[in-house]
């Protein structure tokens, strides 16, 4: 089976443009979460979506939004981005909502000039 | 506000030998707490999940206990090997709410084995 798939690998955006990043889901599994990751730090929650619903929600400003689709993949977008939002972005999957172990995609590195 | 350190940003031991890491937390009591690696430019890979009524789990060469009254994890790796050589993140979470893609990772601890 296919892991979780993310696209594109690499972006490279200019300050004020938006950028929309794509998860797919390993097949099965209904949750989909993103996670920005900046050099040296863990990696830190942005959204959660199960069964197409918003399920949490981390400290990030407007400018991000999520949306997951009828076959669960999922999409985030970032509007007027900053250079501050150059980081990896990671797409997590899992079977159900909770208490379980997420399966992590290879991320999208964003580059922000 | 809920805190998580990770003992060292980076940890050098040799092959053979057996790498601690340890995981701190502060401000809340996870129901469980897991344990996962990352290679540079790649997303982490689960590796033990221990929940709070368990005091050891192992699999393979790798051990991870959970003390709550310490409010603390430990990480083992015996025999270690190049191939270990990765950042390892720790996650206590809490089960409640079905929010569990909700994760709150440390910083990471740098493992490099040297042969």
């Known amino acids: 089976d296919a892991g979780v798939t993310q696209s594109p690998t690499h972006l490279i955006k200019t300050r004020g443009q938006h950028v929309t990043l794509r998860c797919s889901p390993i097949s099965g599994h209904k949750s989909v979460s993103w996670y920005q990751q900046v050099l040296g730090q863990g990696p830190q929650f942005i959204f959660q979506?199960?069964?197409?619903?918003?399920?949490g929600r981390g400290n990030f400003p407007d400018r991000f939004s999520a949306r997951q689709f009828p076959n669960y993949s999922s999409e985030l977008n970032v509007n007027a981005l900053l250079l501050g939002d150059s980081a990896l972005y990671l797409c997590?999957?899992?079977?159900?909502?909770?208490?379980?172990?997420?399966?992590f995609g290879s991320g999208t590195q964003l580059s922000v000039l | 506000s809920q805190k998580i350190e990770q003992n060292s940003e980076a940890l050098n031991i040799q092959e053979g030998k057996t790498a601690t890491l340890t995981c701190n937390y502060t401000?809340?009591?996870?129901?469980?707490l897991q344990w996962y690696r990352q290679d540079p430019g790649r997303g982490p890979v689960f590796l033990l999940l221990i929940r709070e009524n368990e005091k050891e789990k192992r699999k393979e060469r790798l051990k991870v206990t959970f003390d709550t009254t310490l409010k603390q994890s430990l990480f083992h790796i015996t025999a270690s090997q190049p191939a270990d050589s990765a950042t390892y993140l720790c996650?206590?979470?809490?089960?409640?709410?079905?929010?569990?893609?909700?994760?709150?990772f440390g910083k990471g601890t740098k493992l490099s084995v040297k042969p």
């Open positions: 979506y199960y069964e197409k619903e918003e399920r």
């Open positions: 401000n809340y009591s996870p129901a469980y």
């Open positions: 997590a999957s899992s079977r159900l909502g909770g208490g379980e172990k997420l399966f």
């Open positions: 996650a206590p979470s809490n089960d409640s709410g079905g929010s569990q893609g909700n994760l709150i």
